[in-house]
């Protein structure tokens, strides 16, 4: 019960942060909902007891990200015209009408949770995952702070 | 016990919403972040379908492997153009998708 629950709060920051991306004027702030969306699929991976996969998820996306908050502090962004936050959940509310009991409808209701990745991959630094992944989020964490300061006090001539 | 049709309906709702992100959006570096959730999506996907697969063996994490190698080369090689065309004077001109409507 704990697990749908986590799940439900997860799923629920995921999709929040994802639209809320379209609706932001800076794309620093764009980036970090996004990063926060990436974050919060990892911590689904560890509902579902993939714990090897949630912190490769977070190694992947650390590059990623750096990626684009590179380009989000070397240029200026500015929107020519805005979008409309209803505009934008109306489309996406019919896509998802569309494809939901097309795709989701058909598949089998009863599977049963089989196997953890970690066990084909991880025998040795299992009972660690979890230390491996605070120290993970706690530097990824530093980073983002600190670009966030860097773009904030310094002009950067880019 | 997370039943396999929550974690789809999640996969298909973000499937969704990178979909009408990039459909509306007229800033290309916005639209590379909703390139980035449909990617999202199709990790949260494998990881699903290898959970619960009946008979599970490591070609999900195959899978999984190559979403992100894609995800990343896309990132860097197009922004890496973006960049490159901007700093050339070339007009990065997003207004030209919309020939393609009928």
Same mark, same amino acid.
């Given at each position: 019960m704990i697990e749908v629950i986590s799940f439900a709060i997860v799923s629920f920051i995921i999709l929040l942060s994802s639209i809320m991306i379209f609706y932001q004027k800076s794309i620093m702030r764009a980036v970090v909902l996004l990063t926060l969306s990436f974050g919060s699929s990892s911590l689904i991976f560890f509902i579902l007891n993939q714990n090897f996969i949630a912190l490769l998820q977070l190694f992947i996306f650390v590059g990623g990200m750096s990626t684009y908050l590179i380009v989000a502090v070397s240029s200026e962004y500015k929107k020519i015209k805005e979008i409309d936050f209803v505009k934008i959940c109306i489309v996406a509310a019919v896509i998802f009408s569309a494809v939901f009991l097309s795709i989701?409808?058909? @598949?089998?209701?009863?599977?049963v949770q089989s196997t953890s990745m970690s066990s084909y991959?991880?025998? @040795?630094f299992e009972n660690y995952f979890p230390l491996i992944y605070a120290t993970i989020v706690m530097l990824f964490l530093t980073s983002m702070g600190s670009v966030l300061i860097i773009r904030k006090y310094v002009k950067l001539m880019i | 016990m997370i039943p396999l049709f929550y974690i789809l309906s999640i996969c298909v709702a973000l499937v969704s919403i990178g979909i009408a992100g990039v459909a509306i959006e007229k800033n290309f570096i916005t639209i590379m972040l909703a390139i980035e959730l449909i990617f999202l999506a199709s990790t949260i996907a494998f990881v699903g379908f290898f959970t619960y697969?009946?008979?599970?063996?490591a070609s999900g994490f195959i899978g999984l492997i190559t979403v992100w190698a894609v995800a990343a080369v896309e990132i860097i090689s197009l922004i890496a153009i973006y960049i490159y065309m901007k700093a050339n004077g070339f007009e990065f001109d997003i207004e030209l998708l919309s020939k393609l409507k009928w």
């Open positions: 989701v409808g058909v @598949t089998s209701n009863n599977a991959f991880a025998y @040795t | 697969s009946a008979t599970p063996n």
